[in-house]
């Protein structure tokens, strides 16, 4: 594997304050973007400030609090005394009660490294899985109601969804009052059928989708994590990419674009896709992975690897190739 040094790591971080006017958190952490991200940093040079210093790189406040690592475990240990629960989102929507995102970032590699500092991980956890049951019982109960007979009124709520937001997704249509997305999987068989029969679905034609094709049947836009399977050739070459993502149509068009990095083990690189003269032609495959209720996220992310690697060895036994670009 080839390992970044320090020297391009501190480059990245003057090519972004060159492209932004700022290096913060929240950009780096950003998968629009191709910037090694703050938890590298952290690992590298024990924080992201301790980075930015080093190429006098000057960090951005606003004017706001300076927080320091134990400001914010206890800010968060109270949080969530108070609420019963706390999540990234928290970080940005209240009012003071807590540090911005981008400022936990600078101190924690995540806000499960936070909350586990904070002994309160473990609350936490069974906090989230008891309202990912409550959700889904209100659901189940919410969708008790509609039949095949309501195909008309389900039809005529996704168009309004639609014309309301521009598009109707899971989220567009979770905003709303009424029936749910699991009401249009239970009368239609997923929702992409039901925005094509409200004459929605050409709409949802990404970029991606123009180069790659549709993605797949079995694809879940709901599934917590996907594992899947690129086809990508240079001028005398074909390769496979193998790769994981949670959010897999905007992982594609990063792809597609020729902003995302990858490995080239066979030539010893890394960069990204379009500077190694490499092009994406088509999504060969995609697994949905779910996370389960006795899951944490530790155990999720680390079954998710697993997946991801005895992906990569199959792929490579079954083209009989070597020219595998993600996974080990």
Avoid: W
């Avoid at 019982?137 to 009124?153: F, G, L, W």
């Avoid at 997923?190 to 049947?217: C, I, M, W």
């Amino acid at each position: 594997m080839v390992k970044i040094s320090d020297q391009e790591l501190l480059d990245e971080l003057e090519r972004c304050y060159e492209e932004h006017g700022k290096v913060t958190a929240t950009i780096l952490n950003n998968s629009s973007n191709d910037y090694p991200t703050q938890p590298t940093y952290n690992n590298r040079f024990g924080s992201l400030s301790t980075a930015m210093d080093k190429v006098n790189i000057e960090q951005v406040d606003h004017g706001r609090k300076i927080y320091t690592r134990e400001d914010i475990i206890n800010k968060s240990i109270k949080f969530y005394d108070n609420n019963g629960n706390i999540k990234v989102s928290d970080f940005s929507n209240t009012r003071g009660d807590l540090p911005s995102a981008s400022i936990m970032y600078n101190y924690f590699d995540g806000i499960d490294d936070l909350l586990k500092e904070a002994g309160i991980y473990e609350d936490v956890i069974e906090s989230r899985r008891d309202n990912r049951r409550e959700i889904s019982k209100r659901i189940s109960k919410a969708n008790e109601k509609y039949t095949d007979d309501d195909r008309e009124e389900l039809i005529e709520h996704i168009q309004f969804i639609a014309g309301k937001h521009g598009k109707a997704t899971t989220q567009t249509i979770s905003n709303e009052d009424g029936p749910s997305k699991h009401a249009y999987d239970k009368i239609f068989g997923s929702l992409s059928e039901a925005r094509l029969a409200a004459g929605l679905e050409e709409q949802y034609v990404t970029n991606f989708e123009d180069k790659l094709g549709l993605l797949p049947d079995n694809f879940d836009e709901d599934a917590d994590a996907h594992i899947y399977v690129l086809s990508i050739h240079d001028d005398s070459e074909r390769y496979y990419y193998v790769g994981k993502s949670t959010r897999l149509r905007k992982r594609l068009n990063a792809h597609t674009s020729g902003k995302s990095k990858i490995r080239h083990r066979t030539k010893h690189k890394y960069g990204r896709i379009k500077n190694m003269s490499l092009t994406p032609d088509s999504l060969l495959r995609v697994i949905n992975v779910y996370q389960k209720d006795s899951e944490s996220d530790n155990e999720f992310d680390n079954r998710l690897s697993d997946i991801e690697h005895t992906t990569s060895y199959k792929v490579a036994a079954g083209l009989e190739t070597s020219n595998i670009l993600g996974g080990r």
